[in-house]
């Protein structure tokens, strides 16, 4: 019997797929500085997970959170588990910290311009067009890009996050590659921090990122005119502790100048916008 009961237990685990049997687990603790149910997603300035990441604040994904997140404050010490499946990672049983304060309102932040919530464009609509200064030190309007279908996404270069703005830039690199053998598409890329990624710093960064740019651009402006693009894309940023707390977003928009698909997070391969580039050339 003994046996019998090690054999299947072996059974069930060589046969959990892949990704189950390698997703890594880590308790995590931190201060919550934003929570959005609606995206299933908080904000929290958490403290070091030994082993696995320094101490710092950052977005997660708490999928089948929204109940717990709807309470949650600024303010208020939580503790979760955090799941890493190779590049991708999120929050579960989320629950306020034993004995932490009910929490107080977040310092806002101010002299900064940042997105305003809530203007983000539907799916099908026309995107307003828009001029930001490339890695060129060009200016370059959105309506130029007609006729073609775009990918957008947003990253700031000083990003140390490996799965977040380096990884965004990477998968565009593959799709990048994946266009020219199309024969088709652009790629925009906005940085998040225009203080500080002037085209001189963009033009570095998208040459180890062997972007073309002609092709693959990458853009900054002055913070209003990042911001009010961000907003349009519904994307929403602020400086916290040094760092750039951004919401990830990478969006289609097709030959006419309308939202065609928009990803938010990072549940999102190049093969997913090669797809949906096709789609609204051919639409």
């Not at 959170?65 to 990672?89: F, K, M, Q």
């Not at 806002?108 to 060129?136: K, S």
């Amino acid at each position: 019997m003994l046996l019998l009961a090690l054999s299947a237990a072996c059974a069930r685990k060589e046969g959990l797929p892949a990704s189950e049997a390698e997703i890594r687990r880590f308790p995590i603790r931190g201060v919550v500085h934003s929570a959005n149910a609606a995206r299933a997603e908080i904000t929290l300035a958490h403290e070091e997970i030994p082993g696995f990441m320094k101490a710092m604040t950052m977005v997660f994904q708490a999928p089948g959170e929204s109940a717990r997140l709807v309470a949650l404050r600024p303010g208020t010490s939580v503790r979760a588990t955090l799941l890493v499946d190779g590049d991708r990672y999120w929050l579960e049983d989320l629950a306020v910290a034993p004995g932490a304060p009910a929490g107080k309102p977040a310092t806002p932040i101010v002299n900064v311009v940042t997105p305003e919530p809530n203007r983000g464009v539907a799916v099908g609509d026309e995107i307003p067009d828009f001029t930001l200064t490339d890695q060129t030190g060009r200016r370059v309007r959105l309506s130029e890009m007609r006729g073609e279908p775009v990918a957008v996404s947003f990253i700031y270069t000083r990003c140390p996050i490996a799965t977040a703005c380096p990884l965004t830039t990477a998968k565009f690199s593959k799709l990048d590659l994946m266009l020219v053998g199309e024969g088709m598409g652009k790629l925009l890329v906005i940085t998040v921090e225009p203080e500080r990624d002037t085209p001189a710093v963009l033009a570095a960064y998208g040459r180890k990122a062997g972007a073309d740019p002609a092709r693959w651009k990458f853009l900054t402006g002055t913070p209003k005119e990042v911001a009010d693009v961000a907003s349009r894309f519904g994307v929403l940023y602020y400086p916290e502790s040094g760092q750039v707390i951004h919401s990830q977003a990478v969006a289609v928009v097709d030959p006419r100048g309308r939202l065609a698909t928009i990803y938010y997070g990072e549940s999102w391969e190049p093969e997913h916008l090669l797809r949906d580039m096709k789609k609204a050339r051919e639409g």
